[in-house]
């Protein structure tokens, strides 16, 4: 489903997460930040909304008295897990249906749409490379502020740190757990998580990051703008995680 476009970063960023990251390039955050510490901490008090119960497509609003954050939670992980293949592929196909004709092309040009506003308000293709670095970077750690701080680039407009804020809480709630639900399940399947990464792992690892970065402009002009997230943001994840997976188990030699 990616573009070319987005595709050459996920390469670019996955020979960056087989390299050894000690030479700390990173900048941290001065304490006069902190108001980006409680705009991370507020967010993530926001209760999750089920990823993949997209059943109902209603907007649901970001700021009002009841707001809510789509996710994935417990009973998604459970859910991804009860899943054969031929299962997957056909609620892939059901998600797809919804945005009928065409459907594929629609979460392109949904997620193209993301990319290039997130490109457009970080300021170039510097800035860019510098979120993708920080969301390749960030999806291999816990996650929380102290990461968010320690891998956050200095000199940031208030909006473009803002940007990084809510990358971090995408990854946080989508591309962070479902990469370790993956690993996981290559476990079970007998591939052992605790070997030397591959550039599958990397490239699983970066097309996730990749993700949250475009997910961070929906959240961003919901959030700023007083605007609403609506249920076909949810659709069009959701379809692309499966996609990911089926790469993924494709660049592993299974899933053909």
Same mark, same amino acid.
């Given at each position: 489903?990616?573009?070319?476009?987005?595709?050459?970063?996920?390469?670019?960023?996955?020979?960056?997460?087989?390299?050894?990251?000690?030479?700390?390039?990173?900048?941290?955050?001065?304490?006069?930040?902190?108001?980006?510490?409680?705009?991370?901490?507020?967010?993530?008090?926001?209760?999750?909304?089920?990823?993949?119960?997209?059943?109902?497509?209603?907007?649901?609003? @970001? =700021?009002?008295?009841?707001?809510? %954050? #789509?996710?994935? &939670? +417990?009973?998604? /992980?459970?859910?991804?897990?009860?899943?054969?293949?031929?299962?997957?592929?056909?609620?892939?196909?059901?998600?797809?249906?919804?945005?009928?004709?065409?459907?594929?092309?629609?979460?392109?040009?949904?997620?193209l749409h993301n990319y290039e506003y997130v490109f457009n308000l970080i300021g170039?293709?510097?800035?860019?490379?510098?979120?993708?670095?920080?969301?390749?970077?960030?999806?291999?750690?816990?996650?929380?502020?102290?990461?968010?701080?320690?891998?956050?680039?200095?000199? @940031? =407009?208030?909006?473009?740190?803002? %940007? #990084?804020?809510? &990358? +971090?809480?995408? /990854?946080?709630?989508?591309?962070?757990?479902?990469?370790?639900?993956?690993?996981?399940?290559?476990?079970?399947?007998?591939?052992?998580?605790?070997?030397?990464?591959?550039?599958?792992?990397?490239?699983?690892?970066?097309?996730?990051?990749?993700?949250?970065?475009?997910?961070?402009?929906?959240?961003?002009?919901?959030?700023?703008?007083?605007?609403?997230?609506?249920?076909?943001?949810?659709?069009?994840?959701?379809?692309?995680?499966?996609?990911?997976?089926?790469?993924?188990?494709?660049?592993?030699?299974?899933?053909?």
């Open positions: 489903m990616k573009n070319l476009f987005v595709t050459l970063i996920s390469i670019t960023c996955s020979i960056s997460l087989l390299v050894s990251c000690s030479n700390n390039e990173y900048f941290e955050r001065n304490d006069q930040d902190s108001h980006l510490k409680e705009i991370y901490e507020s967010i993530k008090q926001v209760p999750l909304v089920s990823l993949f119960n997209v059943t109902n497509t209603n907007s649901r609003s @970001l =700021t009002n008295s009841s707001p809510l %954050l #789509y996710g994935l &939670t +417990a009973e998604d /992980i459970e859910y991804l897990n009860s899943l054969s293949k031929s299962e997957m592929e056909s609620e892939r196909i059901k998600l797809i249906s919804q945005f009928n004709p065409s459907g594929d092309e629609k979460i392109d040009s949904l997620f170039g293709h510097q800035n860019m490379d510098k979120l993708i670095d920080f969301a390749c970077h960030y999806i291999e750690v816990d996650g929380g502020w102290n990461d968010i701080k320690d891998l956050m680039p200095s000199n @940031l =407009t208030d909006d473009q740190s803002k %940007l #990084y804020i809510y &990358t +971090a809480i995408c /990854i946080d709630n989508i591309s962070r757990p479902f990469f370790q639900f993956v690993l996981t399940a290559s476990e079970k399947n007998g591939i052992s998580i605790s070997r030397t990464k591959t550039i599958c792992d990397a490239e699983l690892a970066a097309e996730l990051a990749i993700s949250g970065v475009g997910l961070s402009a929906e959240m961003f002009l919901d959030v700023v703008s007083g605007g609403t997230m609506t249920g076909i943001e949810a659709i069009a994840s959701s379809a692309e995680l499966m996609d990911i997976w089926f790469r993924y188990e494709a660049c592993n030699g299974r899933f053909h």
